[in-house]
């Protein structure tokens, strides 16, 4: 039976550009499986609209863990993750996934199809323009090289380039066609898992300027190892053992002596 507008859910109710992309999540105890061994235990944690909120810890602390809870790839034994106020497990997968913008360390690709279709992967909200698409190529530095290869190939468009990512494009590259994906899609919520571990120091710093300067009205979660590119983000959350053990302002912490964030810096200095 279908809803009257009344009576539908309030997140039937917005548009995609309408949702605001705050995230709370409230006591929650998680693991990949029913019988499985607890990967988060009692996370309290409000992220609030357009914030960039960092998470960072060693191997097996639950950074990981928690970006997985957003996309509700964890069992959930207690309590909730809410999104503009709506309960993450009452909402079907691809509902979730519309509001969520995914930016991987090992970004996924359609070999052998053209640059345009890889770049319309996981797109929701419309068709794209081809000037859209090639905009976002533009600004993470790659449109110059599917344009060479369109000249070469006696194809009109870089977009209609025939992509075999592992042939074509060096990790770096890869990890930059993903986040021009994540550029044209139009989710509120940018999680962004270990996503600059492949790139070098240059294409570190566009990825960073892109972050605050296209990124500035979503939230963005970042799962960090580099330290160093998440010291200008709004707050970091320092995670140990699933539990979460700090959070703060990323460069008030690293001043804190004896604090685990600062722990964490002179490691890696």
């Known amino acids: 039976m279908l809803l009257e507008k009344s009576q539908a859910p309030a997140y039937l109710l917005l548009t995609i550009q309408e949702w605001l992309g705050r995230v709370v999540i409230e006591g929650v ?3 990949y499986s029913l019988d499985g061994e607890p990967l988060l235990k009692n996370i309290n944690l409000t992220i609030e609209h357009g914030q960039k909120i960092a998470i960072c810890g060693r191997t097996g602390s639950g950074k990981s863990s928690l970006a ?19 309960d993450i497990t009452k909402v079907s997968q691809d509902d979730l996934r519309s509001r969520l913008v995914a930016l991987p360390q090992h970004p996924f690709f359609l070999p052998g199809t053209t640059v345009r279709r890889n770049l319309a992967i996981g797109r929701s909200g419309g068709a794209t323009e081809d000037a859209e698409l090639l905009s976002a190529l533009t600004k993470v530095g790659l449109k110059d090289k599917f344009s060479e290869l369109a000249t ?8 209609d380039v025939p992509l075999n990512p592992a042939e074509a494009l060096t990790k770096g590259q890869q990890q930059l066609f993903a986040f021009a994906r994540c550029l044209l899609s139009m989710g509120q919520i940018v ?21 605050r300067e296209e990124f500035k009205d979503r939230t963005v979660v970042a799962v960090a190892h580099r330290l160093g590119t998440i010291m200008d983000f709004d707050v970091v959350v320092v995670m140990d053992a699933g539990r979460i053990v700090e959070v703060g302002n990323p460069a008030e912490l690293a001043k804190k002596e004896g604090g685990w964030f600062h722990g964490l810096v002179q490691a890696l200095s």
Request: without cysteine; glycine residues 6%.
């Open 29 to 31: 105890d998680a693991a």
């Open 68 to 86: 997985s809870a957003l996309f509700g790839l964890l069992d959930i034994r207690a309590g909730r993750v809410l999104m503009d106020d709506v």
């Open 152 to 159: 070469a190939l006696g194809l009109v468009s870089a977009l």
């Open 191 to 211: 999680v962004m898992d270990e996503a600059t571990a492949a790139l070098d120091a240059v294409s570190e710093a566009l990825v960073q300027r892109l972050v």
